[in-house]
């Protein structure tokens, strides 16, 4: 498991899928200090490196990444951690298109 900070190459994540599921990445992203930890079996297991390092529950959301696509489907907004109904969202996905966004700009500042 690791929390980027800083950037991330696509050629690395490309090695990390291919060493885990093969064609894709879990990460979890925290909108708010636009921080991705990936890398991980479970998704919860990436929240709860985030929560250990200073992250707020309600800034986390769960994705995939799939990084042999094309960039309007390399990121899956899919996870167990994403059902959050106190919060909003009733789904495994993210409702909030606003939040999607967040998401993806983290994502794009983060991989290159």
């Avoid at 979890?28 to 707020?56: K, Q, W």
């Amino acid at each position: 498991m690791k929390i980027v900070k800083d950037t991330l190459s696509l050629q690395e994540l490309r090695k990390m899928a291919v060493d885990s599921f093969g064609n894709l990445v879990k990460a979890v992203v925290d909108v708010d200090r636009g921080l991705i930890a990936l890398d991980a079996e479970l998704h919860s297991d990436l929240e709860a490196l985030l929560l250990e390092n200073g992250s707020r529950q309600e800034s986390l959301w769960g994705v995939n990444l799939y990084p042999e696509t094309k960039p309007d489907e390399f990121i899956e907004f899919d996870s167990m951690i994403n059902m959050r109904p106190s919060f909003g969202n009733r789904s495994r996905g993210v409702d909030d298109e606003v939040t999607r966004k967040k998401i993806a700009k983290v994502v794009a500042e983060r991989i290159k």
